[in-house]
């Protein structure tokens, strides 16, 4: 077998065998295939693309091409949830609490953000003490005597997906759906779940911009996940606008807490218990609706809250800061972005709003950079929302970065009409 023929065959558009596909990644990670050939393989594919047996194949490939979290120490059906990458979304830091609170167990393997998609691990460093680099055993214990646990990814993990994502993005062939979700699922395959709940963003600031492109990811990425006899459900969320009104570390930290508390917007409020009720779902706790019932009354009740408080401290973190977010970090710099005109906020670039938090040391653009988690943006309007002339729209957080930079960025990135637009429908689908 030689890589040059599977290579071909993909280019002239054929099936390759799992036999072929296993040759050609564990070639690539040892090293007896070259860069040069895998680009030209992920070029063909891009042409080309992979069948559901193939996708299936490359995602197995990958997985094995590591080690494979051992989840066995905690009792139960073990559950996960992962999402696409948005702008203000930490629906994670309320929905596994909610579910927690239910008799879920959640072992969620979590990544750090990079450009502007915020990293769920990110905003839980925030939490002083708080520890996301865990042993196995020590993660197991976490999850069994709380009922979910957050961790960082360890590096043993489907390590063929950082060689081969590395070569993506020098290539121009990252933006190919089978890749995507070959890329996604094997990390959370190797995560050693039984069961997954994936939060597939659909809009401006995410990466599918369009449902046709989120439905046709979500549709490969269930279908590897029952294909690896994990069963898996996946929801199409909204993402035109930002999620909530925070966008940061702590900022995002803080407005969690809020909703843990009852407090939280409609929008964050609905999509984190949509995503807790089908981690219930999974967990066998009832049907769709029962478990919708009992996501809210975790909620409403301060459960979940208690929950989260528990969840900060066996993981080190000082648990205080879900009643005192003084504790949490919050930078000095400030400024006030202001409407430009009287009217209505008729949309927003919500790309660019993520992209604003990180000018302000909010993310990262190499996985090495640091993050400043006390910059951020707390928006006081959003889509829909009428605005004065001078009025504030959002206030800008920083320890060290120029905000002018981000406030030229939410300028150009803000659109404001005289007609109010129709009400956004936070979920838009759901795929099992």
Do not use: W
């Amino acid at each position: 077998m030689r890589a040059y023929d599977i290579i071909r065959k993909k280019r002239d558009g054929g099936t390759l065998s799992k036999e072929e596909i296993d040759f050609f990644v564990s070639g690539y990670c040892s090293g007896s295939i070259t860069d040069e050939q895998a680009a030209a393989f992920l070029m063909a594919v891009y042409f080309r693309g992979l069948d559901p047996e193939e996708t299936y194949s490359f995602t197995m490939a990958i997985v094995e091409s590591g080690s494979t979290a051992d989840l066995s120490g905690i009792s139960g059906i073990k559950v996960d949830k992962h999402y696409t990458g948005g702008v203000g979304d930490k629906t994670t830091l309320i929905a596994l609490p909610v579910a927690a609170a239910c008799g879920a167990k959640i072992a969620k393997l979590s990544g750090r953000g990079l450009g502007h998609t915020g990293g769920t691990v990110d905003k839980l460093e925030a939490i002083p003490g708080y520890k996301t680099s865990l042993s196995g055993a020590a993660f197991a214990a976490v999850v069994n005597r709380t009922g979910a646990g957050i961790a960082g990814q360890s590096a043993d993990l489907a390590p063929a997906d950082k060689r081969f994502y590395a070569l993506r993005d020098v290539t121009a062939t990252v933006d190919v759906p089978c890749l995507i979700a070959s890329s996604i699922m094997s990390k959370k395959l190797a995560s050693g779940a039984d069961r997954i709940v994936l939060d597939v963003k659909v809009g401006s600031g995410a990466f599918n911009k369009t449902l046709e492109a989120g439905k046709k990811l979500a549709h490969m990425m269930v279908d590897i996940g029952n294909r690896a006899g994990k069963k898996t459900v996946a929801l199409l969320t909204d993402m035109d606008a930002p999620l909530g009104y925070a966008i940061g570390n702590s900022v995002e930290m803080t407005e969690a807490l809020e909703t843990l508390h009852g407090r939280g917007p409609t929008d964050l409020v609905q999509v984190s218990l949509s995503l807790a009720a089908e981690l219930l779902f999974l967990s066998e706790k009832g049907s769709p609706e029962q478990c919708r019932a009992l996501a809210s009354a975790a909620l409403k009740s301060g459960a979940a809250l208690a929950k989260f408080e528990e969840m900060i401290a066996a993981q080190g973190g000082d648990s205080r800061c879900c009643r005192d977010y003084g504790i949490l970090p919050l930078g000095k710099i400030t400024a006030d972005f202001t409407a430009q005109a009287e009217g209505y906020i008729t949309g927003v670039d919500c790309e660019a709003y993520g992209r604003a938090a990180l000018l302000l040391g909010a993310g990262r653009n190499r996985k090495e950079d640091p993050v400043d988690h006390g910059a951020g943006i707390i928006l006081k309007k959003k889509t829909g929302d009428s605005v004065s002339k001078g009025e504030t729209i959002a206030t800008l957080y920083s320890t060290a970065s120029d905000p002018g930079p981000a406030l030229e960025l939410l300028a150009a990135s803000t659109f404001i009409g005289s007609e109010k637009p129709a009400v956004r429908r936070m979920i838009l689908e759901r795929i099992e």
